[in-house]
Nanobody
């Protein structure tokens, strides 16, 4: 059974930084894709960043240059380093993993950017 456990959310002031971590368990092979989605109140869930097994990374336009997704396949972990945070980045962030044709999600981590 694949499970994802996230950590690292919280409250930060505009311009600050946070790092989210997500550890996967129950997997044997390296996931095809690992990354992060987010959902703000009243909005649809959107893809923030994803890293493929081959090292290709994609980002939401509004976070390019501020967020960095990395994965450590030796630890079955994916990270999201978020810098220069803005109030509009406030959302619940969900870890995402694509593994053997199926999609898996973490429980969500609240990120609030406010002064």
């Amino acid at each position: 059974q694949v499970q994802l456990v996230e950590s690292g959310g919280g409250l930060v002031q505009p311009g600050g930084s946070l790092r989210l971590s997500c550890v996967a368990s129950g997997i044997i092979f390296s996931p095809t894709n690992m990354g992060w989605y987010r959902q703000a109140p009243g909005k649809q869930r959107e893809l923030v960043a994803v890293s493929s097994y081959g090292g290709i990374k994609s980002y939401l336009d509004s976070v390019k240059g501020r967020f960095t997704v990395t994965r450590d396949d030796t630890k079955d972990t994916v990270y999201l380093q978020m810098n220069s945070l803005k109030p509009e980045d406030t959302a619940v962030y969900y870890c995402y993993l694509q593994y053997r044709g199926d999609d898996y999600w973490g429980q969500g981590a609240q990120v609030t950017v406010s002064s």
